[in-house]
């Protein structure tokens, strides 16, 4: 059975950081690419970060260019998000996604003062 489980978000002040995981079980999670999207409260989904499954390359939306930074651990099936200069606007429930579409359930950020 596939999981993937999210945790690390929390309440924080702008310019606070945070480090979101998300644990894959149930698959070979070093064979698949990984994608962080986001959901801000009554906005639609927004993809923020993809990794890839072979040598770990990572892009990045326009909007978390330069503060958010996305690597995996194959060992430790995890996928993690680095949330540095964190800003009000980034305030969403985050989700890890694998490349075969299973969802995890969500951790919420919550920036601010």
């Known amino acids: 059975q596939v999981q993937l489980v999210e945790s690390g978000g929390g309440l924080v002040q702008p310019g606070g950081s945070l480090r979101l995981s998300c644990a894959a079980s149930?698959?070979?999670?070093?064979?698949?690419?990984m994608t962080w999207v986001r959901q801000a409260p009554g906005k639609g989904l927004e993809w923020v970060s993809r990794?890839?499954?072979?040598?770990?390359?990572?892009w990045y939306a326009d909007s978390v260019k330069g503060r958010f930074t996305a690597s995996r651990d194959n060992a430790k099936s995890t996928l993690y998000l680095q949330l540095n200069s964190l800003k009000p606007d980034d305030t969403a429930v985050y989700y890890c996604?694998?490349?075969?579409?299973?969802w995890g359930q969500g951790t919420q950020v919550t920036v601010s003062s």
């Open positions: 990794v890839n499954s072979g040598t770990g390359s990572s």
């Open positions: 996604m694998s490349d075969q579409a299973y």
């Open positions: 149930g698959f070979t999670f070093s064979s698949y690419g």
